[in-house]
């Protein structure tokens, strides 16, 4: 099952062309990018591994672009996404975020059901790859 | 696309689309001086040009090379040809954007083991898709001290100018005599720049030709006198120790303007009539000979002509 969180996630996979271009707009926006990896995709786990620091005073998208090859490089296997943060006043947020790198293989999600007190559902969502430790989450597809 | 036809291209007609021309003749005007500065520019541009005409045909034969070495004496012009050689080569298509990134050994060295590489990292990726300016570039390698973190710095320096050919141009400046010394210590620099630029010297011409072009951007004038005044100066001051050509020519202005402005105020204290824009704006030959080079070489005890003012700074020297 796919992934689909951030934006673009409903298009078909960027090319690095089209990863650059996006970012060239970020950063004529004035948002400074930055790139996280996690093999947690769980909708809820908002905070993903930064890789390096948000990169500052960039003009052009090869510097962020470089980042992601190299992430790409230590971590085939893992979701990789760029954020690009808004620092004016009132923003102060991330205004664009994509995903730029995902496994070869997506198991997915399972829909866990719990009972609670007076028969109360409660529903959950478990990702078929959490149950492995970390770092071997995705590798069994290859 | 007219790949039934016999494939050429109109290389004068490529020449006219790209502006090239205006650049150069922007550069021809702004910059007195420099010839082999400004015919090394337009080798490059007719060389892009043409790897431009190559490429419509099918005949790729890889980006060119544009790191650069600018070497010369103080002064002449390292710097200010540098910052518009992001302009020239944004013009001419060879990087992305026209923006540099100016820096020199503080931006890239660090201060602990661990802190240079990041450093320097981050200032590539400032600099990408424009022009990284390392001015006095000599002070990277400090050869007295072999632990020195500058290598380092050096080392991702280099690998980036090799890998990252498309998205960066590097320039070098520094004194002649010494960036001959950090090349000597690092032969993998001077092989990974093309360009080795040399600024020759300014004769006394072209220092005029400058101070006059400082002084109009200043909205200052010489007249007759003072313009002979001032090429007495020049005459005098390129023979002494420290001459920093256009340098030496700006510090010159400058205490011209102050001696200007010391003479017409002495004048109102004195009661003279209200001034015009004529006389704010002339650099009289009294203010460039109250010059202490007019003075020393005659070890004379008078004081430099114009100086009658009471609080004179500067005491004459003794003897």
Not at chain 1, 17 to 28: G, N, P, V
Not at chain 2, 76 to 91: C, I, P, Q, W
Not at chain 2, 148 to 156: C, L, R, T, V
Request: with cysteine; charged share 25%.
């Amino acid at each position: 099952m796919r992934i689909t969180q951030g934006t673009f996630s409903f298009l078909p996979e960027l090319t690095d062309e089209e990863i650059s271009l996006q970012i060239d707009y970020a950063l004529r926006q004035g948002w400074a990018c930055s790139v996280e990896y996690t093999d947690d995709p769980h909708p809820r786990n908002t905070y993903w591994e930064m890789w390096g620091m948000p990169m500052f005073d960039l003009h052009d998208a090869a510097g962020v672009l470089q980042e992601v090859k190299a992430c790409r490089a230590a971590r085939p296997q893992h979701y990789i996404k760029i954020n690009a943060f808004d620092s004016v006043r009132g923003f102060e947020t991330m205004r664009l975020s994509f995903i730029v790198n995902r496994p070869d293989d997506e198991p997915g999600f399972r829909l866990t059901r719990q009972d609670g007190v007076g028969r109360v559902q409660r529903y959950g969502l478990s990702g078929y790859a959490g149950d492995r430790p970390s770092g071997e989450r995705y590798v069994s597809g290859r | 696309m007219n790949c039934a036809q016999v494939p050429n291209v109109d290389l004068a007609a490529l020449y006219r689309d790209s502006g090239i021309g205006d650049v150069l003749a922007e550069l021809d005007r702004d910059l007195v001086g420099l010839v082999p500065v400004k015919t090394r520019i337009r080798e490059v541009a007719a060389h892009l040009l043409v790897e431009r005409a190559r490429a419509s045909l099918g005949l790729a034969g890889g980006a060119p090379t544009l790191h650069m070495c600018f070497s010369g004496n103080p002064g002449t012009g390292k710097t200010t040809v540098a910052l518009r050689m992001a302009e020239v080569l944004h013009r001419l298509g060879y990087i992305r954007r026209n923006h540099l990134v100016s820096v020199t050994r503080d931006d890239l060295v660090g201060q602990y083991i661990g802190h240079t590489a990041p450093k320097t990292r981050e200032v590539l990726k400032r600099a990408m898709g424009g022009v990284l300016f390392i001015d006095e570039a000599y002070y990277l390698y400090r050869p007295e001290n072999e632990r020195d973190y500058g290598q380092e710095a050096i080392e991702i320096l280099l690998q980036t100018m090799e890998n990252q050919r498309d998205d960066l141009v590097v320039i070098l400046a520094g004194y002649a005599a010494r960036m001959e010394v950090f090349f000597e210590s690092n032969p993998g620099f001077r092989s990974r720049i093309a360009h080795h630029i040399t600024f020759p010297d300014y004769d006394d011409a072209e220092l005029l030709d400058i101070a006059e072009r400082m002084l109009a951007t200043m909205h200052y004038r010489f007249d007759a006198d003072s313009r002979r005044a001032f090429a007495d100066y020049l005459a005098l001051r390129t023979r002494q120790p420290n001459f920093a050509n256009a340098r030496s020519v700006r510090n010159a202005l400058d205490r011209s303007r102050l001696r200007q402005a010391n003479r017409l105020f002495a004048t109102a204290m004195r009661g003279g009539a209200a001034i015009d824009a004529a006389a704010l704006t002339l650099i009289a030959a009294a203010d460039i000979r109250g010059s202490r080079v007019f003075a020393e070489p005659l070890a004379a005890s008078d004081e430099a002509p114009v100086s009658s003012h009471a609080t004179r700074a500067v005491p004459a020297p003794p003897g």
